[in-house]
């Protein structure tokens, strides 16, 4: 096999690379390939090998251990985004020198989402209006927040405003602003999140819950660019970019006339779609780490895999909680498989149980660009695995129901795919 070129990068959203060449070595001593700049690394902490097909990394005996993807190694071969951790250091494996200029420092392990994850720097650099959808609890402010870090808006504020945690009277103050005496309690001129968020992005989350009044109103702020605060007779330019997003079916809230069908297509320009954690089970360990060290806690590998077998209907947020769960909880104990029972939602389970999956807000005759990055993904592997949809479902990253619907909604043909098709 072809020699590949391995290359490390310091952080998880680098600016640099090292090439491994066929061997580095990693450690405190100022002779290392890669060296950690702190008392508690050894000299010579673990050294990476390239043996052709496959790079290797080994830990040399080093007092405070070597983690791959949050799991201590003595051995390992590397894969495509293994993330190292040597004490606080974290470094990330990659057979690109530097990663793609075209993310925004967002990655999984689920071949799919990561495809979307690495549009989004195209997308940022864009004026064009993003609507995401998905579960909730699935990251969508993190997204529309990585979208403004990455534009050229970068410099000026981010402004998120709930559509569902206001009423109608306050949210439209909320968004657009008022003039002293226009309603009880408006005891002075006050700029909206429209004003707020000049030269910046807005973002508006739950976008499906906002009064239908209100949306008028919204659709006119963002066609004109302008809007008018509530009490005044004059009109306020505008220059912001807008990022929506809801858990709801919206087209589902158009037929019932609960939305806008004119919003909708001013808003969805581009579509995003978060998957729902048990759809991109591949990074639930790296997240699971990730809050465990905010929240300095300790998880057992048999903690980890009983959390595995968790439904997690509030998705990332709902796991973002059992963490701080186990830190209230059990402070500075390592959570046991005897502990997952105490700090589970079981009421979440319940209270999804009855609530539909909810359907794309697409059709299969027009196509975002999210989806047909999905469709295209969906062939790639059928053609890879030749048919084969369990093997497919596996390398998505999706139950085999999930690719059976994707299936019909994209009207793909697997048969085709089955060898000495014609």
């Known amino acids: 096999m072809e020699n590949r070129q391995g290359y490390l990068h310091a952080g998880i959203d680098p600016k640099q690379s090292t090439l491994i060449g066929n061997l580095i070595v990693l450690g405190s001593d100022e002779g290392c390939a890669v060296r950690i700049d702190d008392i508690r690394v050894d000299a010579r902490a673990a050294r990476i090998e390239n043996k052709g097909a496959h790079f290797y990394l080994r830990d040399l005996r080093s007092k405070v251990g070597v983690l791959v993807n949050g799991k201590p190694i003595l051995e390992a071969i590397l894969q495509e985004g293994d993330i190292i951790q040597i004490a606080e250091h974290e470094f990330l494996f990659s057979y690109q020198e530097i990663l793609e ?250 209270l999804c149980a009855g609530m539909a999956a909810p359907v794309d807000n697409v059709s299969a005759g027009h196509l975002p660009v999210i989806k047909e990055i999905e469709k295209q993904m969906i062939m790639k592997r059928l053609a890879a695995n030749h048919g084969n949809q369990k093997r497919t479902a596996v390398d998505l990253g999706m139950p085999k129901s999930t690719l059976h619907d994707r299936l019909k909604f994209y009207n793909i043909d697997a048969r085709r795919y089955l060898p000495n098709s014609f």
Request: hydrophobic share 40%.
């Open 101 to 350: 200029t075209t993310g925004v420092g967002l990655r999984s392990k689920n071949e799919f989402w990561n495809a979307q994850l690495q549009t989004l720097g195209n997308i940022a650099q864009t004026q064009f209006p993003v609507l995401i959808l998905g579960p909730s609890g699935t990251g969508k402010e993190i997204i529309a927040d990585a979208l403004h870090k990455h534009s050229n808006r970068d410099q000026r504020a981010f402004v998120s405003v709930n559509c569902s945690a206001l009423s109608e009277t306050l949210i439209e103050s909320e968004l657009f602003g008022h003039i002293r005496g226009s309603f009880t309690g408006a005891i002075s001129d006050r700029k909206g999140a429209f004003e707020a968020a000049r030269g910046g992005t807005l973002f508006l989350d739950e976008i499906g819950d906002l009064p239908y009044g209100l949306q008028a109103k919204l659709l006119r702020a963002l066609e004109n660019n302008e809007i008018r605060p509530v009490g005044a007779d004059y009109m306020v330019k505008t220059d912001l970019r807008v990022v929506a997003a809801t858990h709801q079916n919206l087209h589902q809230k158009i037929q019932s006339g609960e939305f806008r069908a004119d919003l909708y297509f001013r808003l969805n320009v581009v579509t995003v779609t978060p998957p729902s954690l048990a759809n991109r089970m591949e990074d639930f360990e790296d997240l699971l780490m990730t809050f465990a060290k905010q929240l300095k806690v300790r998880f057992s590998i048999p903690a980890i895999l009983r959390l595995k077998k968790h439904g997690w209907p509030g998705n990332i947020r709902e796991l973002k909680n059992t963490v701080s769960r186990a830190s209230a909880l059990f402070p500075r104990t390592r959570i046991e498989e005897t502990h997952i029972e105490k700090i589970l939602d079981h009421g979440a389970m319940a």
